[in-house]
């Protein structure tokens, strides 16, 4: 049935068809036909002190502005990020921003989190039954126009409002689509970042990292996180290596099958520890994928890309697959 959607989707825009596809699952009522969750006792994870049913989560900026939790609970994830979320809306930055790269299974993206501010997505999470979510993880940004110098403010706050809704937070210094974002990637920043956000908020916090670094930049940054109180590591987020396709624009950051290898080669090389969760994101899209990045160290995994390519069952089928392989 996808097939026949995506054929109509895939004839859009890719942010019109995004918009309608979200306006699609927000009336999820016709959902409860379909019975999308995979569940079996050897799927079932433990890790950040937090239960899930299957190692599989929605990457962040799918539903950014937590509109879709109940429709994407069906849907079988494990767990969903929403986000990324800054204190104030933005419209981020100017349209076209979203691509697909067909061939390749791959999509690029310069969104720059567009999104409808702290407030907002506080009080849409206050009307969902967390009984019925899976666990819910919150990506944090800064606003466009707050200087870097100030960005650990920004950072605060959402984490202060939306306290009581996260089951983690995610610290997104790696989105490329945020101008001079990435050059937080660095010691100082993330040890000072890490020291206060553990202050006000007792959820694990966790660090997502750039693809496009190299691994001593990489394990010097997650060394330094975890001493700071940092409880894990998201590797990774979209990359600006233009020279992944032909294809490419000059701008944003790509994701899916392109994205495979990097992200694969910083989960063999990066230093890993005991009781420090890593979250594998990048390119993932079979069985066979999960399996490959679980075996390498990651607890659990994201999945965004290969969503759009395979469809709302696509979850399902990966997760019936991995069954046979653990
Ligand atoms: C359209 C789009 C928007 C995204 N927005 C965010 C975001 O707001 N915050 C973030 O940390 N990552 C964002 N990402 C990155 C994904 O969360 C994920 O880390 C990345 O796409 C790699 O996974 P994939 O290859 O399965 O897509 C976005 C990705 C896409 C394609």
Redesign the pocket.
Known sequence: MYEYLKKILFKLD?ENA?DLAITLLKSQNYLKCFDFSYNNDKLKVSALDIDFKNPIGL????D?NANILNALAYLGFGFI?I??ITPLAQSGNPKPR?WRLKEEQ????A?G?N?DGVKVVKNRLSKYNFNKLPPIFI?V?KNKFTKNEEAINDYESVIKELDCYADAF?I?I??P?TPNLRSLQNKDFINELFTRLTNISKKPILL?LSPDMNIDEANLLISTAKQSGAKGL?L???STDYSLSANAKNIG?I???L??EK?LTMLKNIQKYDDFCIIS?????TADDVYERLELGAKLV???????YNGPKSIYNINKNLCQKI
Do not use: M, R
């Open positions: 890719p995004h990457a962040a900026g799918f950014k990020e986000g990324a979203l791959s999509l690029q993206n969104f989190f999104n990506n940004g995610v997104n790696s989105s689509n997502k998201i990774t987020n979209t950051g994701s899916g099958a994205l495979k992200s994101s990048g390119g993932i899209s994201q999945i965004y890309t290969s969503f759009i």
